[in-house]
């Protein structure tokens, strides 16, 4: 997950398949291992079977990753703009806005050009750099990587699924260096990035046919066994049904059902012409025009023949060969870009995971796709992004080195600056795995103690992104694989510090003491149906459920209330999180019904107010417009006309100061 650049890196390897960069050889004093400093260290992580030390001449690119010396400045910003209740509210910045408040000292600059330097790592041909200067990429042999880094790279194997990685479990960097380098990376980073999915089924048996599309047999996973939530009393009886394919929608989930049930019936975009929605898509998974417009026929007739814009990162691809269409990419563009139809739609295929074949001149697959997408993404102009991103995928925290998390976590912060919401599925295992019973579970540290602990996810875990749970049923219900729970690495923000309070205060005392850190940012925020999603996949109709299935559909309600707040001339949403807990709240469906079990616990409950199973809630869309629509920010604190011009200047000299 990291590029490092904000050069479009789909064109790395045609860079490195005509180019053969020479390297000089160090200087003695670089040679000294007692002028380096160990910079990280971790214990080898479980599941990985080391199969020995990586090829000296296979290329890898070390991203270098530069303090972003104001960064303090853009997350007060970041605040002030996306908290209802300031004079700012709304006031987003402009990329050259953010480039400035991230760009590294000076002095960090020249310490880490004269590190490369010394190992003739010089020129525009062999070093990349960011376009605010924060990243520093360097493509070198793993030989000079492991001098440079004074330490061993090794491939690793994944013992569960095969899955080979080039990495190290140390590294260390010249002393003088740590003040002016946050990490190093790919060294350390042993995460892989899941699709968020428990289910997956071809229909069989239940009377419901997409038009053209086959019924086979069922493959994969039973749905009828982990979709129940045992914990919830109420039996889904729902009076809502889909009136072109007259299912139930508590035992099937369309995009009429999904209107209905968060009251969009009837909204029509006007303002397609400001407003976007993206979907990120990654490990292989491409979404197939074909199936979507199947699902289209099905689902939302009007979308017939209108097509959606692809973007390939890191040689990402989408193929559209029927049979290579993927479930999660067809659930995401299928939901996400259906319930907003006509607002464009824009689906990134990012490279960056395994299995890689490399050779000797293809840089190692670096396997960090969330980087990768979010370099290409900040360095687009003004304009080009979408107002809305929804990411269905997802590391357990604890397999992403802590530096690499904060430092991504505060990209996710620069994107919202520029007005951008951000949302991510919270994960499919409750607390953890999803297993309740305490002889099986697998919930362990991997820092080599091997301690019994809840597992929270990232980048769900990130205070600056909005993570969505999933729910059930109709009236709804906590589905008992909602992810949720709290960060070992992120504290708590203020924005969400008295509605964590008052859930944990209604737990009885000492609750699961020493498995989670109730002073960690909590999550999720909120929720939205995750089961029995109605879905065509490579031709035939078929049922997924997940928190993948949350993610798209909070993302298209969120793309609906950009679009009707830019059509009567106001601004986008950006960061969602303050203004979902303060006056959002009454927009929201709470959850008070069921648990999410795992780590061998009952796990967290879902209760009144937010809770660590379904956050706040599901969205009511006529509700929120209606708040977001009359809702004015009060006048700027210097007082009337005057005191915003004050305010404005203020916040424009603070940008421009070095």
């Known amino acids: 997950m990291r590029p490092l650049f904000f050069f479009p890196i789909v064109f790395l390897a045609l860079i490195f398949g005509v180019f053969q960069p020479s390297f000089a050889a160090p200087s003695n004093a670089h040679l000294n291992v007692n002028l380096l400093k160990l910079k990280e260290s971790i214990p080898p992580p479980r599941n990985w079977i080391d199969l020995g030390r990586a ?94 880094l004074d330490t061993e790279f090794h491939l690793w194997k994944h013992a569960l699924d095969g899955d080979v990685l080039l990495r190290t479990t140390h590294y260390s960097l010249p002393e003088y260096l740590h003040a002016h380098v946050e990490f ?69 989930v369309t995009v009429s059902c999904l209107q209905q049930l968060y009251n969009a019936v009837g909204y029509k975009p006007a303002a397609t012409d400001k407003n976007a929605i993206g979907i990120t898509g990654y490990l292989g998974q491409f979404a197939n025009v074909a199936d979507l417009q199947s ?48 607002t464009p739609g824009t689906f990134y295929s990012t490279g960056g995971s395994p299995p890689f074949t490399p050779d000797a001149l293809t840089p190692f697959n670096t396997n960090e796709p969330y980087d990768n997408w979010l370099q290409y993404v900040l360095n687009l102009p003004n304009g080009a992004v979408p107002q809305t991103i929804s990411t269905s995928y997802s590391d357990d925290e604890q397999t992403v080195p802590q530096s690499y998390a904060v430092r991504v976590c505060k990209e996710f912060a620069v994107l919202g600056s520029r007005g951008v919401s951000i949302l991510f599925s919270s994960g499919d295992g409750g607390v953890g795995d999803g297993n309740p019973d305490p002889k099986t579970q697998q919930c362990f540290t991997n820092d080599g103690q091997n301690k019994i602990k809840f597992l929270p996810h990232f980048p769900a875990s990130c205070p600056f992104v909005t993570a969505v749970g999933g729910t059930v049923r109709i009236p709804e219900v906590a589905v008992r694989f909602s992810g949720g729970g709290f960060s070992n690495y992120f504290a708590q923000p203020t924005y969400q510090a008295t509605a964590v309070a008052a859930y ?3 737990q009885p005392l000492g609750q699961y003491a020493g498995l989670f850190n109730p002073l960690g940012r909590a999550y999720p925020d909120v929720s939205a149906q995750a089961v029995r999603f109605l879905i065509s996949f490579q031709g035939q109709a078929a049922l997924i459920s997940g928190t993948s299935a949350a993610a798209p559909t909070f993302a298209g309600i969120v793309t609906l209330l950009n679009d009707a707040l830019l059509a009567a001339g106001k601004n986008p949403l950006g960061f969602l999180n303050p203004m979902l807990y303060s006056i959002g709240v009454a927009g929201l469906n709470d959850i008070t019904l069921g648990s999410a079990p795992g780590c061998g616990t009952p796990g967290f409950n879902a209760t009144k107010g937010w809770d660590p199973v379904t956050g706040l809630g599901t969205p009511d869309f006529g509700k929120l417009k209606d708040i977001l629509s009359t809702f004015n920010p009060p006048a700027p604190s210097s007082g009337g006309l005057l005191g915003g011009l004050l305010d404005n200047l203020l916040a424009s000299v603070q940008l421009k100061l070095l």
């Open 295 to 342: 699902f289209y026929t099905a689902e939302r007739p009007e979308a017939v023949n209108s097509q959606f814009q692809t973007v390939l990162i890191n040689n990402g691809q989408n193929d559209q060969t029927l049979t290579n269409a993927g479930p999660e990419a067809n659930l995401d563009t299928q939901f996400g870009f259906g319930l907003t139809f006509p």
């Open 504 to 506: 944990l205060a209604s």
């Open 55 to 148: 090829p000296p001449t296979q290329l890898i690119p070390l991203r270098i990753a530069l303090p972003q010396e104001r960064f303090d400045e853009l997350e007060r910003h970041l605040y002030e703009m996306s908290d209802p209740y300031h004079s700012r509210y709304g006031q987003h910045f402009m990329k050259d806005q953010v480039e400035e408040l991230v760009r590294p000292h000076h002095e960090s600059v020249r310490a880490v050009d004269a590190w490369l330097d010394e190992y003739g790592i010089t020129g525009e041909e062999t070093v990349r750099r960011s376009s605010a200067g924060d990243w520093v990429t360097a493509v070198v042999p793993v030989a000079l990587a492991e001098e440079m």
């Open 184 to 252: 190093v990376q790919p060294t350390t980073y042993f995460g892989r990035p899941k699709a968020m999915h428990t289910t997956f089924s071809l229909l069989t048996n239940l009377s419901v046919t997409l038009p053209g599309v086959t019924l086979t047999a069922n493959v994969s996973i039973n749905i009828t066994t982990s979709d129940n939530d045992t914990t919830a009393t109420n039996t889904g009886s729902s009076t809502l049904t889909d009136p072109l394919l007259g299912v139930n929608c508590s035992r099937i």
